[in-house]
């Protein structure tokens, strides 16, 4: 066994953050022994392969090519964590084994992506080589495509895309609070970090969806021709509303309106238990073909199992589904 040492890394999004590394040789590498050895990679603007793994003299990482591997590797982390310890899923197979991230991709390339042939995570620079995709919500996002791809295997179109999609929003924004990291106070704003848009907005936003332009807020017959990252829109509604509740609220300082299909008032049952919920119709009910309707059957399943199916959870699944017109 090669020596665990903790590190500290200057993130681009994340403030100062621990880091977990290795000794290797005379200094130290971007592998995570506590989390089944993920590693991070430096791509240095290339489109295959692993890459170099990111080493260091000193356990003190940033600056240069190494603060977007900050972040991905402290992002890996937290999910990680956050998997073990909240939904007591270790790895993203579930059988303790990490996985690796690669940074730097190609030349001004304005995305990440989970890939499942290389069973990894990818990051761009964003446009100029300058704003680094690697926030710590869009990296549980892909490492959440991971687990969907390992679990319900929800396939990427229709509207088991859309489910796939929110799957990875919802987990992505639930790694962010459960992180409780004050450089990134929790929110239920997708990519709120990456000014992907250039106009300082979020990619999505879970309580009002429609708010990008092109989400839907509300379950209807033509969803499942939306790219998945549209169709995902009354999903994350779904989450906000049975995590939050309808109507006006503030958390961490971030500002929500969410309106129901049915002008119902829900009352929210609070983030963990739709965490819970969700993460158990997942690896329980969904299959590779699950759509909207039998998302609400999965759902209200998990619920029976976790809280009764007399419990107000249960009850609270059933009145939002109604509310994002899924009956
Ligand atoms: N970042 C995107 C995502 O994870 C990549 C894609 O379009 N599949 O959804
Ligand atoms: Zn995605």
Redesign the pocket.
């Known amino acids: 066994h090669e020596a665990i040492e903790t590190g500290e890394g200057t993130s681009t999004y994340s403030g100062k953050v621990p880091l977990t590394t290795t000794k290797s040789g005379s200094g130290y590498a971007l592998t995570d022994g506590a989390r089944g050895g993920h590693s991070t990679y430096n791509l240095a603007q290339g489109t295959d392969g692993q890459g170099t793994l990111f080493t260091n003299s000193s356990d003190v990482w940033g600056g240069g090519a190494q603060t977007a591997a900050v972040d991905a590797h402290y992002g890996a982390a937290v999910t990680w964590d956050f998997y073990k310890n909240v939904l007591g899923r270790s790895g993203i197979k579930g059988d303790g084994k990490g996985a690796y991230s690669r940074v730097h991709y190609g030349d001004n390339y304005v995305?990440?992506?989970?890939d499942d042939e290389c069973f990894c995570m990818t990051y761009g620079d964003g446009e100029g080589n300058s704003h680094p995709?690697t926030a710590l919500d869009?990296a549980a996002?892909?490492m959440t495509?991971g687990v969907t791809s390992a679990t319900a295997g929800l396939e990427?179109s229709g509207e088991s895309g859309g489910l796939n999609?929110a799957t990875?929003d919802i987990f992505g924004k639930a790694v962010e609070f459960y992180a409780n990291n004050k450089s990134v106070p929790g929110n239920y704003f997708v990519g709120q970090q990456i000014n992907i848009n250039g106009d300082g907005k979020p990619l999505r936003y879970m309580d009002k969806p429609s708010k990008d332009g092109r989400s839907k807020d509300y379950w209807s017959s033509s969803l499942g021709g939306l790219?998945?990252?549209f169709s995902s829109g009354p999903a994350n509604h779904f989450f906000y509303l049975l995590s939050e509740g309808s109507g006006a609220k503030t958390i961490n300082g971030f500002s929500y309106n969410s309106p129901t299909a049915n002008n119902s008032k829900i009352t929210g049952i609070g983030r963990d238990k739709a965490i819970k919920i969700w993460y158990k119709a997942l690896t329980t009910y969904f299959t590779s073909t699950t759509n909207y309707k039998a998302a609400r059957t999965g759902t209200l399943k998990a619920a029976s199992d976790l809280y009764g199916a007399t419990s107000t959870e249960y009850k609270t699944v059933a009145a939002t589904w109604a509310a994002i017109n899924v009956k």
Do not use: G, I
């Open positions: 995305n990440a992506f989970w995709l869009v996002h892909e495509h990427y999609e990875s790219d998945p990252h």
